[in-house]
């Protein structure tokens, strides 16, 4: 641990106005990283909750060295939906932000988001800009990855524009959208913020403000067959009524699309039971 830790000052309001919600499984090797780049943020009036999903490493003994300077929940591992679900239902304040475990965030970047909020009454959602790092070296992303603002909806729905660790939000979008789908054990993040861009304007710091980082072996983002995942999310949105005519027939076509080349790589690798489920389903939706 850095410096940071001894820098912490204790936050004893009972109603913070920032809650930041770092959830962990096994992540000893960076924890440590990410806490310490909220302990050192300029804007001081946050608590810090941290939801440890059942580690079986050294994140509980790294945790319990923070003392006071943050809470800590302890449960079964149950995946990050439920761990980010916990932590929101634990949260204090009216602003929520998360952290995920391997990121970073930047100097000034609560300061920034909450003059945000301030300034913009109306807002629900507000994320940054982000530096992104693969094996300990920065990458620009490319082209298709570029943030945007403002009803983002059709071009999140060929992947996810939102980062948790980019995120500062209203407690009352939760309310209104929902929270994390624990039924998901990937592309939950692509689901919930399909459900607010649908709705709401996603807004845009467009300063970067934390550091992304990815490449290591634990980051589950790396696995082949992902796209199931958004697409029972894109199958949930179907099924629900907040969308208008527009939106849903480009869910339709986006559906259609990612069942097409999830099927083909099912069939590439032997898996004919699944393949012909996906075209099916991309059959199925195609006849409506």
């Not at 530096?131 to 620009?140: A, D, I, S, T």
């Not at 083909?264 to 039971?273: A, D, F, I, M, W």
Request: aromatic share 6%.
């Amino acid at each position: 641990m850095t410096d940071a830790k001894n820098r912490a000052v204790k936050v004893d309001a009972a109603t913070p106005l920032v809650s930041i919600v770092i959830p962990a499984y096994n992540r000893a090797w960076c924890l440590a990283e990410a806490v310490d780049s909220v302990l050192a943020q300029d804007f001081r009036d946050f608590e810090l909750i941290a939801v440890d999903d059942g580690s079986a490493d050294d994140t509980p003994q790294l945790l319990e060295g923070y003392g006071d300077a943050i809470r800590v929940l302890r449960r079964g591992n149950r995946g990050v939906s439920a761990a980010r679900n916990a932590g929101i239902a634990a949260a204090r304040g009216g602003l929520i932000a998360f952290l995920d475990s391997d990121d970073l965030w930047l100097p000034g970047k609560l300061s920034r988001q909450v003059a945000f909020f301030t300034s913009h009454p109306e807002a629900l959602i507000c994320q940054t800009e982000e530096v992104w790092v693969r094996n300990g070296r920065r990458v620009n992303p490319g082209k298709r990855h570029r943030k945007r603002g403002g009803m983002i909806f059709e071009p999140s729905l060929d992947l996810c524009l939102v980062s948790p660790s980019a995120v500062m939000v209203r407690r009352e979008l939760f309310e209104r959208a929902g929270l994390f789908d624990e039924s998901l054990p990937a592309c939950e993040d692509y689901d919930l913020w399909l459900r607010v861009s649908c709705r709401f304007p996603v807004h845009l710091i467009e300063t970067p403000l934390i550091v992304k980082r990815g490449g290591h072996a634990d980051q589950l983002s790396r696995a082949w067959g992902l796209d199931r995942y958004r697409i029972a999310a894109l199958e949930k949105l179907l099924n629900s009524d907040i969308l208008n005519p527009v939106q849903r027939e480009a869910v339709q076509r986006v559906l259609q699309r990612k069942c097409a080349v999830y099927a083909g790589g099912c069939r590439r690798r032997g898996r004919t039971e699944e393949a012909a489920h996906y075209e099916r389903l991309a059959q199925k939706v195609s006849d409506e």
